[in-house]
């Protein structure tokens, strides 16, 4: 399984990025795709997960309003849509995902996910 993370810079405070996650390995239409980031000196933290089967999405609450995560079936990649960019927002992000036991079940938690992207850095300047 490999997950590639793309699609990080430097953006001024109010700007937009998009973040893209190609998903390969195996089929994940019943995983849950989530974005975390981890700021310097700080610990990782959930920022968006959507599950694969209905595009069912969940926001912490920093994000929410302007984060917005979405998926591409055909490509089989996970999008992290971010406007309205502070300089708080800055961080490595990773995709990561996750296979629960629970397909009802949408976590928010790392330690869940089965499987890590690389990692890319967003700078949003002020």
């Known amino acids: 399984v490999q997950l590639q993370a793309s699609g990080g810079g430097l953006v001024q405070a109010g700007g937009s990025l998009r973040l893209s996650c190609a998903a390969s390995?195996?089929?994940?239409?019943?995983?849950?795709m989530g974005w975390f980031r981890q700021a310097p000196g700080k610990e990782r933290e959930f920022a968006a997960a959507?599950?694969?089967?209905?595009?069912?999405?969940y926001y912490a609450d920093s994000v929410k309003g302007r984060f917005s995560i979405s998926r591409d079936n055909a490509k089989n990649t996970v999008y992290l849509q971010m406007n309205s960019l502070k300089p708080e927002d800055t961080a490595v992000y990773y995709c990561?995902?996750?296979?629960?036991?629970?397909?009802?079940?949408?976590?928010?938690?790392?330690?869940?996910?089965?499987?890590w992207g690389q990692g890319t850095q967003v700078t949003v300047s002020s």
């Open positions: 990561a995902a996750d296979l629960p036991i629970n397909p009802a079940a949408l976590s928010t938690r790392g330690v869940d996910y089965d499987y």
């Open positions: 390995g195996r089929t994940f239409s019943r995983h849950v």
């Open positions: 959507i599950r694969w089967s209905d595009g069912r999405t």
